[in-house]
């Protein structure tokens, strides 16, 4: 399972040779990076409306690497947006040095959800694969796409998907 593009976050998405670099932190001195500016809007169309969010790009090997690490709150209308910048198999998260709880939302190339892993713990390393290939990883807070009736099959828009 652990192949060609596992990417390990909910705050470090980093390839398996960059996981050792990318150590425990202690909670209460977490130094993660600041918000990833400027926010770009995304919105979800489901069979219960579209959800309209500001999101954070985590578009490069760094900012993937950091995620929402050490993070201590986010709002129910933002998010972190994790870019892989094309189709990538073998993808799962994980949750060190993440102190808030998430929702992860694995997409596809085209938009649509693949996979939903709710209610993703704080600090739970263990891996939360996406099952398929996707091109990004939206995380929103925690309990975020229930309320919103979020499915696998619901449409992802933003710019990196095409109009």
């Known amino acids: 399972m652990l192949a060609v593009a596992l ?67 986010l709002a129910a209308d933002r998010g972190m947006l994790f870019d892989f910048g094309g189709p990538t198999p073998d993808v799962a998260f994980w949750m060190r040095n993440t102190l808030i709880g998430l929702d992860l939302i694995y997409i596809r190339p085209d938009g649509t959800i693949l996979s939903i892993a709710r209610q993703a713990r704080p600090l739970d390393e263990n891996p939360i694969p996406a099952g398929g290939t996707i091109r990004a990883v939206l995380e929103i807070a925690s309990g975020r796409a229930a309320q919103l009736g979020l499915q696998p099959g619901d449409k992802v828009r933003h710019r990196i998907f095409g109009p």
């Open 7 to 73: 990417a390990l976050s909910a705050c470090a998405a980093a390839p398996p040779a960059a996981r050792a670099e990318i150590g425990r932190q202690d909670p209460e001195h977490c130094q993660g990076q600041p918000v990833l500016t400027p926010l770009q809007p995304l919105a979800i169309v489901s069979a219960h409306g579209v959800a309209s969010f500001k999101v954070e790009m985590a578009d490069t090997e760094t900012r993937r690497e950091f995620g929402l690490m050490c993070r201590r709150e």
